[in-house]
Structures are given as C-alpha cells and as structure tokens.
C-alpha cells in the first residue's frame, strides 16, 4: 500500500469539493418556465470534470501526470467559459474558478507528479 | 537526459515588447476613437477609422517583433515541439504585418488574418505539446489549455465583437507569459527530480 502525501489528498478533496458546488450551481441554474434544459446540462458539465479530476488524485486513479495536469485546466476553463456563458451564477462560477486553480497548482506540483510516477499503482 | 540551451532572453524582450506595444497602441487607438464601443464594434472598424493609424502601427510593430522574438524558439534547444512553435509563432507574426500594410478592402488582408488566427492556435498547441512532453513545464502548459478552453466558451457565449476582444486578451497574455518563462530559466525534467 502506497502512502498519498497530504498535497494529493488535498487535490482528492478539492475535486470533489468543486465537484458538488458545481452540482448545486446546475440545479440552481433550473428554470422550468424556459424550459432550458442546456444551462442545467453545462452546470453538470462541469460537476462530471471535477468529480473526475478528483478521482484522479486516487490511489488506484488514472492518468499520467500530464493528463491529470490538462484534466485540472479543463475543469478551470470549463468552469470559466460555461460561467461566461451565463449557465451558472458568477459566485458560483468565482468559487470554481479559485478551485480550479489551487487543483492546477496541485496537480502540477512536482510531489504530486512523484507520487503519480512511482508511488500510485496504476498509471 | 533532457539537455538545453539557455541565453533565449533577447528574443524573449522582443516577444514581450510585441505583445505590449501591440496592446498599448490598440488602447491609444480605442481611446482617441469617440464612435468605438467596446463589445459593440468590431476590430475591424477602429482599423478603418481615422485612430486607426494607431492600431495599425501596433499590428506591424508587434507582428516584426514577434517573427524575431520567435527566432529564439526555433534555434533554443533542440526540441521538435518548441521548434513548432518558433516556426507557427514566425510565420503568425509575419502576417501580421500583412494585416497591417493591405487595406482591409483587399483580399490578402483577410487571407492574412484568418492564418495568422490559424497559426497562433497551432503554435498554442504546439506549445502545449513541448510543455506536457516529459513533463518539461506543467504550469505554463496548463495556462495554455486554460486560455484555450476560455476562447472557445467566448465563441458560444458573447457575439463577434466581444469574442474577438476576449480572443486579443488571450492571445497577449498567452505571449507575454510565454516570453516572461523564456526570460527565466526553464524547469527541466532533471531540475524537477
């Protein structure tokens, strides 16, 4: 069993975090008398890249160092560009925003990047 | 072993002066216009009216500095990735100044500015390439696919006259930050171990 520095689990905890913000924003992004459905489907968007860039910061996780570095820019991106276009709430979207920088930074630290080359049991 | 070359920073001013002297003469020409209105009016107008002399100098300008500030990526290091770029980043830059010199009643005019936006987002890609490949520089490589994916949520969520403003943003910042890492010593694999 490999031990996953606190860094890494920080990142667990932040995707997931980020994950059920984002979940809240798209159910809070409802309108039934428009009848939108897309706004609520771009809220999820989202939630599905969180919740999967926090999985993985897993032990048994996948992805290369790399890809996890691209997948925490997408989910910041995304977060930015569906806020942009309105799908969400701006708070909301701040929130992720600053979410999704602290999980590049955490993804793109160099313990994270040995953990993820030598320690995790898959890559 | 991942070996490189450094003393790029010459060429790393020249990308930052591009960038910057690009975006102070296109706030001047903004500024001095009275009819333009941010997110209203195109780029395109303000090239055509009288403050345009502004923005057209700041396109050449900035388009000659970027071919030759782009020298450096092409010759600094060996690798293929970055050599990409250098090459897109010279030959986006060089049509630049196309854009600037042919009046944009002329058809070479938009020819150049759909290749110079053709180019940049090749050498953007590129430059994700060579940051991500062998996990040479995380960070920069990561700021890159941000400004990517916010560009492509500009398209959907503002009209053409905003999204081109938000696209110009990108595009400064991009090559700013680019040359403010050329002008620090780059991370390598062996520094990070």
Do not use: C
């Not at chain 1, 560009?81 to 709430?89: E, L, P, Q």
Request: hydrophobic share 60%.
């Amino acid at each position: 069993m490999t031990v996953r520095p606190m860094i890494v689990k920080a990142g667990f905890g932040f995707g997931i975090i980020g994950g059920l913000i984002a979940v809240i924003a798209a159910i809070m992004a409802f309108a039934p008398e428009s009848m939108t459905a897309a706004n609520m489907g771009l809220g999820f968007l989202v939630a599905v890249i969180f919740f999967a860039l926090g999985g993985m910061f897993m032990t048994n996780g996948p992805g290369s160092w790399g890809i996890v570095v691209f997948m925490a820019a997408l989910a910041t991106g995304t977060a930015v560009a569906v806020t942009m276009y309105g799908s969400i709430d701006v708070w909301f979207g701040i929130i992720l925003a600053v979410i999704g920088i602290i999980e590049i930074v955490i993804a793109a630290n160099s313990q994270t990047g040995r953990w993820i080359r030598t320690d995790r049991l898959t890559n | 072993m991942i070996s490189e070359k450094k003393g790029g920073a010459a060429f790393a001013i020249l990308g930052l002066m591009a960038a910057s002297l690009f975006f102070v003469l296109m706030i001047l020409a903004i500024a001095d216009s009275s009819g333009w209105v941010l997110g209203e009016d195109l780029i395109r107008t303000l090239a055509e009216s009288d403050s345009g002399v502004y923005l057209n100098s700041g396109i050449a300008l900035g388009g000659i500095l970027l071919a030759f500030g782009s020298i450096g990526m092409v010759f600094n290091g060996g690798r293929h990735g970055k050599t990409a770029e250098g090459v897109l980043l010279m030959i986006s830059g060089i049509l630049f100044v196309w854009v600037a010199f042919f009046e944009p009643e002329n058809l070479v005019h938009d020819a150049a500015a759909i290749l110079v936006f053709i180019t940049f987002v090749l050498a953007m890609v590129t430059s994700i390439y060579d940051d991500f490949m062998d996990n040479r520089s995380m960070m920069f490589g990561a700021f890159t696919v941000f400004l990517m994916i916010v560009s492509i949520g500009a398209y959907f969520a503002y009209d053409v006259a905003m999204y081109q403003m938000v696209w110009i943003i990108a595009a400064v910042v991009w090559i700013i930050a680019r040359n403010a890492k050329g002008l620090m010593n780059e991370p390598t694999i062996n520094k990070r171990k």
